[in-house]
């Protein structure tokens, strides 16, 4: 069975993979860096799974692939309120398209101006933690939790959404 993942994201692939791994242990897993057709930093849950979706549909021409995963991270507005906000889509080759959201968090005001003035969240972190390449780890979300969830554990609740729906899905068939 083969996985194709809209990315080269660790914190990304490390979900799918982790995931993945307990329902098809005979996996194997393809990363394909694909655009989400978004902006840089989505701005809201809508485009976000935009993004998560076209990032999984661009992945269905390989006819030997199961399945294509997108994995979107971004942020929404609430209130006055900015909160990490993240999507994921699971597109089938037969066409069919699953999506799921994860976990929320409110983001600090400093780093909520940044990314109002076009900033993406990534960087901004990177300047906020005086540290490099953040998404690829615990992200914003790790930092914001002191660690208690990672990035990858958050898409790791996404996979297991995408994963319980197309199962169930073939289930009803």
């Known amino acids: 069975m083969k ?13 799918v993979q982790t995931i993945s791994r307990m329902y098809y242990p005979d996996a194997s897993f393809v990363n394909k860096e694909v655009n989400s057709l978004v902006s840089a930093q989505p701005m809201s849950n809508e485009e976000t799974r935009q993004g ?7 992945l ?9 995963i997108g994995l979107e991270g971004g ?28 976990a ?24 906020y933690t005086n540290r490099k390449g953040i998404r690829h780890d615990e992200g914003a979300i790790g930092v914001f ?12 609740h996404i996979m297991y959404l995408l994963i319980g729906q197309y199962e169930l899905s073939k289930k009803l068939l």
Not at 3 to 15: E, L, M, P, S
Not at 104 to 127: C, F, Q, T
């Open 52 to 58: 998560a979706i076209n990032r999984a549909k661009q």
């Open 60 to 68: 269905m021409g390989h006819q030997d692939a199961v399945f294509g």
């Open 145 to 156: 939790t002191d660690g208690l969830i990672t990035r990858s554990m958050m898409f790791e």
């Open 75 to 102: 942020v929404q507005e609430i209130d006055g309120i900015m909160y990490i906000c993240n999507w994921g889509a699971l597109v089938t080759n037969n066409g069919d398209i699953f999506t799921a959201t994860g």
């Open 3 to 15: 996985i194709i993942i809209g990315t080269t994201n660790k914190a990304k692939t490390k979900a």
């Open 104 to 127: 929320g968090i409110p983001l600090p005001d400093e780093i909520a101006k940044k990314l109002r003035a076009g900033a993406e969240l990534g960087p901004v972190m990177d300047v």
